[in-house]
């Protein structure tokens, strides 16, 4: 069936440092991906999506391409804020279900 | 405008009782979603319902869970004869569109079920 790999965290970084969170998929077919966010005490809320191969989703200064060849979507920022420390899920859709990832928790040092 | 809202936001029960959890997704949303968030299988799909249409229901994870979606708009999830393995938060969105696997999801604040 399909799935979602994303790297363990936790992830601590300086402010201001380069961010990448991996996340690779299988699936069948060509499904739709997505990053979601929980900041502390929030519900979660959509990052950024790609609905095809190629496509770049971006939000907030964060970037992700979809590529089919790797089967990845890795999240990448330039300069990470305090303000960015969360847990973050690749996901992908599949018919209508979310089929998610085990979430990063990402947390940047001042 | 309002988002998905969700209640109780938390809710404490003893082992073998039954609650009811309730979801009132945006305004108009057609698609609505349940899924489980828990620490040992993290989120998890339990159901879907698109308007008027008979529920997708394949995961919910007993026959001790079921849920209904009233006039295509408030829905309530139901565990009966609760056990601790169902300590989780539930989590409920919504999405504007078919259902379709491009769709944006939009969450609630989830409830917290803890049961002792």
Same mark, same amino acid.
């Given at each position: ?110 | ?6 209640? /109780?936001?938390? #809710?404490?029960? !003893?082992?073998? #009782?039954?609650? !009811? %959890? ?9 698609? %609505? ?21 008979? /529920?997708? #229901? ?9 849920? !209904? ?7 309530? %999830? ?6 601790? !393995? ?26 917290? %079920?803890?049961?002792?």
């Amino acid at each position: 069936g399909d799935s979602v790999t994303q790297m363990e965290g936790p992830v601590t970084l300086s402010e201001e440092a380069f961010l990448t969170i991996n996340c690779t998929y299988t699936a069948t077919g060509y499904p739709s991906l997505f990053w979601y966010v929980q900041y502390p005490g929030e519900g979660l809320q959509l990052l950024l999506k790609a609905t095809k191969a190629d496509d770049k989703g971006s939000n907030k200064g964060f970037e992700a391409t979809y590529r089919k060849e790797t089967t990845s979507f890795h999240l990448e920022k330039g300069s990470v804020q305090v303000s960015d420390s969360a847990v973050y899920f690749c996901a992908l859709g599949s018919n209508y279900q979310l089929i998610w990832g085990a979430g990063t928790k990402l947390i940047i040092k001042p | 405008g309002a988002g998905v809202s969700q209640s /109780p936001s938390n #809710k404490v029960t !003893e082992k073998g #009782k039954d609650v !009811e %959890l309730r979801c009132d997704p945006i305004s108009g949303h057609t698609a %609505l979603y349940w899924y489980r968030q828990s620490l040992g299988q993290g989120l998890e799909f339990l159901i879907y319902f698109q308007g008027n249409s008979a /529920p997708d #229901k394949s995961g919910l994870p007993s026959d001790r869970f079921s849920a !209904e979606r009233t006039g295509g708009s408030v829905s309530t %999830l139901t565990i009966q004869r609760t056990q601790q !393995e169902d300590s989780a938060v539930y989590l409920c969105a919504s999405s504007s569109s078919s259902g379709a696997s491009t769709d944006t999801q939009y969450f609630g604040p989830g409830t917290r %079920l803890t049961v002792l």
